[in-house]
């Protein structure tokens, strides 16, 4: 029974989640605790106690952010106003284009005031406060509607659980993006492949992957931030600038992005785009570039927005980084269809904050055309998205020492015979019980794309491979408990957490199953395809390759696989063994029915500019669905620019290279020639 409570203890209560609240803000935000831990830890627990005895709890006390129990899946959440992208720049000139339009818009010829900030590269989230109390935090997710991530947000410490400035609106919704330090990415990676787990690629996919998480107590763990750049819906205060809206996110304890510079007219911007650039090395987060803005929300609200972003802003992005080291060893390595890829190990080198110690050389035609050879000075490029790649030789650097790393006749793993398939680049190892490919296959079936079990990285199959537990991905579904219990790496609840994530993967979808299986040829992309056509698994049984040929954008290799692997009886008794055995329950929520596809596009590229009156997806959508092409960048290949309202450069290029251009109008009277349009829309 909770005790009686008074006014007196009420107070204490209140002004407890007062201070703590300040104190973590100092701490969180600020960076300039002015307590200890161990106070903080006192006052905490004391509040903790308190609440517990009166059953007095604040919506906005610390106590709140953590002990969230995990859920069975995410909510779906409609932003009030859609969660747009921003328009890339990659050159100054782009930016003064930019600059251009906006006063061709707006018909001024003055200086227009813009703000530039560092662009954060994480996951962009909503909080909405009602009455200064944070109600709800969604993911962007298709801009439209996102996730419900509530509860894993609110064990982010740096995000507060109430606004807490001198002006605080009926109705806010804050825009911002979660990130992860680079320190705290390195970090994490290094612990997961301790424990067999894999590694996230970049920190983008490691802040993504941490509030994308059904336990809030695994969020708890990851140390993010989060730097607050715009609003949704906004009622009950007006902001008359960006800059303004900036200063009352701070002024209500918000973290805001860690520059924020004022320029009048474009040449300022341009400075200011520059010296983030300069200073960006020694951020400790990861930025790709820098975000102009319009600072006048007047201004702003006159200019609008195109169909998926604002005319209002730009997002300026940095070129990639690049680092020159050694190779100090080329090695092959074995992957699950038996392709033997050539690697590089460097002498370890930062790259933008990240060490690089290694990178994939693609296959031997490519190391052949760069010439790479082991002992090489080198250029190595790390852009956006972190994978790392060597970019060119530094030939002048040469000793003579250098040596080719020619193909090999064996397996580096098995032994095995190797081939080379008329026509193709890749080398295979030829071996079906190939160590190294078994294990491969298995990692696959695991992995986020495919089934989805987390915990079976590379680490915990190749120890269970080892042990002889799992020859195969079917044996996955055979695991104890037990098993596991009796291995060196497992203890109680890493073992019970493996066998829970092996059990929810038994719930998956067609398209993920599809992928899974690792038919070849057959990646993300063609396996959705497959689910989009096909109402079930059984449906493939036996396909013919013509079947699967029907669907456009199916190539006749994808197809010949597809048929091959439906066709093998011993594949089949596996999927049926998985299915009534192990009762995986495949479900298929992206069947579209059969699409009736005319094929009028075949072979023709199509590039898109300009604002459409459709989205753009879809009319790549629809260009794919009549055989097309859709491509992003126009060059002489380019078959069509289809030409929307304010086309730019593109349409440009197009002229200088004589590209045909066409309407959306015109394009959809290309497909209605054969008057067998399909039901897409
Ligand atoms: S403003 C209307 N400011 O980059 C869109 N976005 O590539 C307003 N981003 O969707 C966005 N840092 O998720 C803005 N300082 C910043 C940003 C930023 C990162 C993200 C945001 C956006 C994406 C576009």
């Known amino acids: 029974m909770p005790g009686d409570i008074n006014k007196e203890i009420k107070e204490k209560i209140e002004k407890l989640v007062k201070d703590l609240n300040y104190h973590s803000y100092r701490y969180h935000v600020l960076d300039a605790p002015i307590i200890s831990d161990a106070e903080y830890d006192r006052q905490f627990r004391q509040l903790q106690e308190l609440e517990e005895r009166y059953n007095y709890v604040l919506p906005d006390s610390p106590t709140q952010r953590v002990g969230a129990a995990p859920q069975e899946k995410f909510e779906k959440v409609r932003h009030s106003e859609p969660m747009l992208s921003l328009d890339n720049a990659f050159s100054h000139d782009e930016v003064r284009e930019f600059d251009g339009r906006i006063k061709k818009l707006l018909g001024v010829s003055g200086e227009i005031d813009y703000t530039v900030e560092p662009k954060y590269d994480g996951l962009a989230l909503e909080l909405s406060y009602r009455k200064g109390i944070l109600i709800t935090a969604s993911t962007r997710g298709d801009g439209y509607e996102g996730e419900d991530v509530t509860r894993n947000i609110k064990t ?16 806010i919704d804050i825009r911002g993006e979660v990130y992860m330090d680079l320190s705290e990415f390195e970090k994490l990676n290094n612990e997961r492949e301790k424990k067999g787990e894999p590694a996230f690629a970049n920190p983008r996919n490691a802040a993504a992957g941490s509030i994308r998480q059904l336990d ?30 900036i200063s009352w996110l701070r002024d209500s304890r918000f973290p805001t992005p860690a520059r924020l510079e004022i320029a009048k007219g474009i040449d300022k911007v ?38 998926r972003e604002p005319r209002w802003a730009i997002a300026y992005k940095f070129p990639a980084h690049q680092e020159t080291t050694k ?32 990178s994939t050389l693609h296959n031997w035609d490519e190391m052949e055309r760069k010439d790479i050879r082991k002992g090489d000075t080198v250029v190595v490029e790390r852009a956006g998205d972190v994978i790392p790649h060597v970019v060119a030789v530094i030939k002048e650097k040469r000793t003579g020492r250098e040596e080719k790393f020619p193909i090999p006749d064996k397996c580096p793993v098995c032994g095995s015979k190797v081939v080379r398939e008329e026509g193709e680049v890749a080398v295979r190892c030829t071996s079906l019980h190939c160590p190294a490919q078994v294990q491969e296959k298995i990692i696959h079936f695991a992995s986020r794309g495919g089934m989805d079990i987390e915990g079976l990285g590379e680490k915990n199959v190749e ?84 079947d699967i040929l029907y669907i456009k954008q199916m190539g006749e290799k994808i197809a010949a696989s597809v048929a091959t692997f439906f066709n093998d009886k011993k594949n089949l008794d596996l999927l049926d063994v998985m299915l009534k055995e192990h009762n995986l329950k495949i479900s298929n929520p992206d069947y579209q029915g059969k699409m009736k596809a005319t094929g009028l596009l075949e072979g023709l590229t199509f590039v898109i500019t300009g604002t459409l009156p459709k989205p753009r997806k ?12 859709a491509s992003s960048a126009v060059s002489a290949s380019t078959d069509f620019l289809v030409v929307g309202e304010e086309a730019g450069s593109k349409l440009r290029k ?24 399909p039901r897409l829309f």
């Not at 879809?618 to 092409?629: F, M, N, R, T, Y």
């Open 618 to 629: 879809e009319v790549e959508d629809l260009i794919e669905a009549h055989g097309g092409h």
């Open 216 to 245: 809030p107590s695994i969020t708890a763990e990851r140390k993010l931030f989060l730097a607050c750049y715009g609003t949704g819906r906004v009622k009950g205060i007006n902001f008359k600038s960006h800059s303004e809206f």
């Open 156 to 171: 982010m410490r740096s995000v507060p659980l109430k606004s807490e400035g001198t002006k605080v609106p009926e109705e």
């Open 270 to 307: 341009i400075a200011a785009i520059a010296e983030i650039e300069k200073s960006r090395q020694s951020f400790p987060f990861e930025t790709d570039g820098a975000v102009v803005k319009v600072n006048d929300l007047g201004l702003q609200q006159k200019l609008g927005t195109k169909t």
């Open 654 to 677: 197009a002229r200088d290279l004589g590209v045909k251009t066409v309407s959306y109008e015109g394009l959809l009277k290309l497909i209605e020639k054969g008057d067998k349009a």
């Open 327 to 358: 190779i100090l060893d080329i090695q092959g390595s074995v992957g699950r269809t038996g392709v033997i890829t050539p690697f590089a190990v460097f002498k370890p080198v930062r790259i933008g904050g990240v060490t690089v110690s290694r």
């Open 463 to 546: 120890l269970l491979y080892s042990r002889g537990l799992i020859k195969h991905f079917e044996d996955i579904y055979k695991l104890r408990k037990e098993d596991l219990l009796a291995l060196p790496r497992f203890a109680e609840k890493s073992a019970q957490n493996l066998i829970d994530a092996i059990e929810r993967s038994k719930n998956t979808t067609l398209a993920r199953f599809l992928y899974a299986l690792g038919i070849i040829h057959v990646g993300e992309f063609a396996a959705k395809l497959l689910a989009k056509n096909f109402e079930s698994l059984e449906k493939l049984y036996h396909v013919a390759q013509g």
